[in-house]
């Protein structure tokens, strides 16, 4: 492996992230350059929007330069919890109907399930959020990343940012997945394997081929941060390619130059457990069966979509969940609980026991909507299981897919879906 030069060399392949880069920012860039680039989408989330209006008018004086680029989503306190999260949401309402920027409000969902329903990620465009997990719109090959609030003030203001091209690491998938086997485990695999820091500041770019439907790439393009990336781009194929005008210039070229290059046989993958309190401390659940859960929670932009309900459902269907465990469950959106709702799997999940919430982020963070005692347990398809994410610092968090989760609520303990009788 060679690390890559910061030539500019037209003629040396690029990565995904060169390409897009380059093609956004008008000019042939390579890891290590600088580039200024247009940006298509801006996204502020509630708990940060004060701070983003503060900048916008102390700081820089400014009003957004394209609103239609500007979305707003109340989501990660939603309904708010106490009066200055109001307050604090109220302000971020006013702000928009003065600016004319989008408000997504209480109940829409989560900001970057929410940007993706709308069609406000595409192929191509470069989506920059005021939350980390902001690398997910990869998912449909565009450059989505995270930013503090003072660059995503600026890119409001300008309608532009500056940043330094990352370096890339190409994931491979290979052989196909066996049955109870899923994206999440796929995602908690890659994360084991580049561990947690591993790819920080690189964009993980990965070949899966024409595998894995758009909210599947989701899951896998969210974890992407939880090794420090500053991208997660999944080359388009399958189901997006029927979704979306995919342009060639997003494709990474052969012969491109990689930091690193993990591949991973999905053939022999098992369900796969983020023990705490690292995500990268990755078990096979076998390994952590039978430990009591006090709570489980389905949700979050990691897991939270109708597919994810659906996994759910489908080993929850006539069964009860544990009478000294509770299921949380959370749509990441008003419309996958619509959709949800007519199709019944709302239904199932609530005869089988689970409490049904807001979409929104509801306790992922620990801000509200089921935090942990000390001492509790808790299994989630979320992504970050760290010291006190949920609630206490003693409280502790395994990650996992919405199968495992729901196996788990029946058990009262970490289980596996044929645990409880699920082939
Ligand atoms: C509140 C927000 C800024 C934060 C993030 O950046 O990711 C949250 O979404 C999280 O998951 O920890
Ligand atoms: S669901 Fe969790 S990880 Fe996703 S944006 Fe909300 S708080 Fe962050």
Redesign the pocket.
């Known amino acids: 492996m060679t690390a890559p030069q910061t030539t500019t060399d037209p003629s040396r392949p690029q990565t995904m992230a060169e390409r897009i880069l380059s093609r956004r920012g008008g000019g042939t860039f390579y890891a290590g350059d600088l580039a200024v680039v247009e940006v298509d989408q801006v996204m502020v989330?509630d708990?940060?929007a004060q701070s983003f209006i503060e900048r916008m008018q102390k700081d820089l004086a400014a009003v957004p330069k394209y609103p239609e680029r500007v979305s707003i989503v109340i989501d990660?306190v939603a309904p708010a919890s106490t009066v200055s999260v109001a307050q604090a949401q109220k302000e971020a309402r006013e702000y928009a109907a003065q600016t004319g920027v989008r408000l997504f409000d209480v109940g829409r969902g989560i900001c970057h399930q929410v940007l993706m329903e709308e069609g406000l990620a595409q192929p191509g465009w470069i989506v920059l959020g005021?939350?980390?997990?902001s690398t997910t719109y990869g998912a449909v090959a565009a450059f989505g990343s995270?930013m503090g609030a003072t660059d995503i003030a600026l890119a409001a203001a300008s309608g532009k940012t500056w940043l330094r091209v990352p370096e890339s690491v190409k994931v491979t998938l290979t052989g196909e997945l066996r049955s109870g086997v899923g994206a999440k485990d796929v995602a908690l695999e890659m994360i084991a394997r580049l561990g947690a820091d591993g790819a920080t500041y690189q964009s993980v770019e990965i070949h899966a081929g024409d595998r894995f439907t758009r909210s599947e790439r989701m899951t896998l393009a969210n974890l992407c941060v939880e090794a420090g990336a500053k991208a997660g781009l999944v080359v388009p194929g399958g189901e997006i390619l029927t979704m979306y005008d995919v342009p060639e210039w997003v494709y990474p070229q052969k012969g491109a130059t990689y930091v690193r290059e993990v591949e991973i046989d999905l053939s022999v993958l098992n369900p796969r457990m983020s023990a705490p309190s690292e995500v990268d401390n990755v078990h096979d659940v076998s390994e952590l069966r039978g430990l009591k859960v006090d709570q489980v929670f389905i949700g979050t932009c990691t897991n939270g979509r109708l597919d994810d309900l659906h996994a759910a459902a489908d080993v929850l269907r006539g069964q009860k969940v544990d009478p000294t465990t509770r299921l949380l469950v959370i749509p990441a959106s008003s419309e996958v609980m619509e959709a949800a709702m007519a199709d019944g799997t709302l239904l199932t999940l609530i005869q089988a026991g689970a409490v049904l919430g807001t979409p929104g982020?509801g306790p992922?963070?620990g801000r509200h909507q089921g935090v942990l005692a000390p001492g509790e347990v808790c299994v989630s398809t979320s992504n970050?299981n760290f010291i006190g994410r949920m609630g206490d610092k003693d409280a502790r968090i395994y990650l996992a897919s919405p199968a495992v989760a729901a196996a788990t609520a029946i058990k009262g303990r970490i289980a596996l879906p044929e645990d409880v009788g699920v082939a």
């Not at 005021?130 to 997990?133: M, Q, T």
């Open positions: 989330v708990s940060i990660h005021s939350d980390s997990h995270g982020c992922c963070m970050r």
